[in-house]
């Protein structure tokens, strides 16, 4: 599972109109900048997978290097550094932190794709990026608060972590298969809840695109879909033989 934090803090003080000419292009802009992010992290994947030298840089046979963990945890320190930093960070170097955010993570779903088929890859990406898309509609257009399941998706992300944790020592692949179906229930009911939250952050004035907050959103977003579409993979998917 991919580095996620459900309750970024924005800034206390904006002008929902300071920076974009309306919610629709804000919301434009987060949609712009998260797949932006995935087409970077697709790019690296494909140099992993393509490169024999940079693929063994990073994987053993017997797991990660000591450069491939770098990689792997780097991500984490940049997700704090953006979510803490976001109300003093000028919006081009929120986009920079941003786009190497994209680009590590990239690097270690290398192994995403020398562990699957192609084909079950491709047809699972367009799948998650399908249902992202709907889900995405859904929680921006819909009347009913979602604000009440917070709570909820926090207890059951934490609870998943755990297990998955856990699960690497316990090597249970019917665990593991458990897992990706709850994966699969959280992340889209995450994706439609963050895209009504961030439309009702822009409403009530505490996003404001002079602040990059138009990042922020766009990963959070861009952590939905790639949870999504690893857990899909791995509840789905067909390993190379």
Known sequence: MLHRSNEFEWPASGNANGGYRGLGAYMSAVYLHMAGGVIISAAFALLVAYSRSLAGALFTAGGLTTVGWIVTLAPLGLVIL???????????????IFILYAAL??????SVLLTYSSGSVGYTFVSAAAGFAVLAL?????????????????????????????????????????TSGVGILLFAGLTAF?????????????ADG???AAVLGALTLYLDFLNLFLSLLRFTGRERW
Do not use: C, H, W
């Open 82 to 96: 953006l979510g803490a930093g976001i109300d003093r960070l000028p919006a081009s170097t929120a986009r920079a």
């Open 105 to 110: 993570v990239g690097l270690s779903l290398g």
């Open 138 to 178: 859904m929680g921006t257009s819909t009347r009913r608060d979602l604000s009440g399941l917070s709570a909820f998706f926090t207890i059951a992300l934490v609870g998943l972590i755990v297990t998955m944790l856990l699960n690497l020592f316990m090597r249970s692949g019917t665990l593991d298969l458990l």
């Open 194 to 206: 963050d895209a009504q939250r961030l439309k009702r952050q822009y409403e009530e004035g505490a």
């Open 210 to 212: 002079r602040n990059g």
